[in-house]
């Protein structure tokens, strides 16, 4: 649990206080007590890369799906936890400041 979530081939990365919990666990078929980043897995088990579109309140994340080889990075609409990247040297970096 946690902000760190290793599910088989989805990790993620989180900095989430999802807003929609019990909501979200009852379209998802899960658990509301699913900490936020393993919800986040889960949404994106569901809906793929439109899973942002299904959550409610301050978040930002990265989501690797080994499988596919795709990684996706969200934040909330309203920019409540920030989400930077750049990429250096072949890498791309992230977190939730610059520098």
């Given at each position: 649990?946690?902000p760190v979530m290793l599910d088989g081939d ?74 930077c990247y750049r990429i250096e040297d072949g ?9």
């Amino acid at each position: 649990g946690g902000p760190v979530m290793l599910d088989g081939d989805i990790t993620v990365v989180a900095d989430a206080r999802l807003a929609n919990r019990a909501g979200l666990a009852a379209r998802l078929g899960t658990p509301a007590s699913l900490p936020d980043a393993a919800a986040i897995a889960a949404a994106y088990r569901r809906w793929g890369s439109e899973c942002a579109a299904h959550l409610e309140g301050a978040y930002a994340f990265a989501l690797w799906d080994a499988r596919a080889r795709r990684l996706v990075c969200a934040r909330d609409v309203a920019g409540i936890r920030p989400l930077c990247y750049r990429i250096e040297d072949g890498a791309l970096r992230f977190a939730q400041s610059p520098g």
